[in-house]
């Protein structure tokens, strides 16, 4: 399966981007799907993630009540609402299938078919 992230940009501090991750070639629905970040100077961090049917969600404490993620299986396409951004959530998001079915994890070792990222930038 191939990924590919979009719906990032420029805004301002308290604005709000919607992300998505849009699936092809290969098996999507029965996977959980993660978002995660990296800032410069910084490691890749884990941002949320949500199980196969959309049921089952977890998020970074730093995200929490800010962000959600959400997917549409009949489209291939997960979501990610940032409502409120800081500038400290500047940072290119990436989307990532998980490695094995059904399974639901936060860890990025457990992620698999990473897409090209989106950047999005807050300004202060």
């Known amino acids: 399966v191939q990924l590919q992230a979009s719906g990032g940009g420029l805004v301002q501090a308290g604005g709000s981007l919607r992300l998505s991750c849009a699936a092809s070639g290969g098996a999507f629905g029965n996977y959980a799907v993660g978002w995660f970040r990296r800032s410069p100077g910084k490691e890749r961090e884990f941002v949320s993630t949500?199980?196969?049917?959309?049921?089952?969600?977890a998020y970074a404490e730093s995200v929490k009540g800010r962000f959600t993620i959400s997917r549409d299986n009949a489209k291939g396409t997960v979501y990610l609402q940032m409502n409120s951004l800081k500038p400290e959530d500047t940072a290119v998001y990436f989307c990532?299938?998980?490695?094995?079915?059904?399974?639901?994890?936060?860890?990025?070792?457990?992620?698999?078919?990473w897409g090209q990222g989106t950047q999005v930038t807050v300004s202060s």
């Open positions: 990532a299938r998980h490695r094995t079915l059904y399974v639901f994890t936060t860890d990025a070792l457990n992620f698999g078919s």
């Open positions: 949500i199980n196969w049917s959309g049921g089952r969600t």
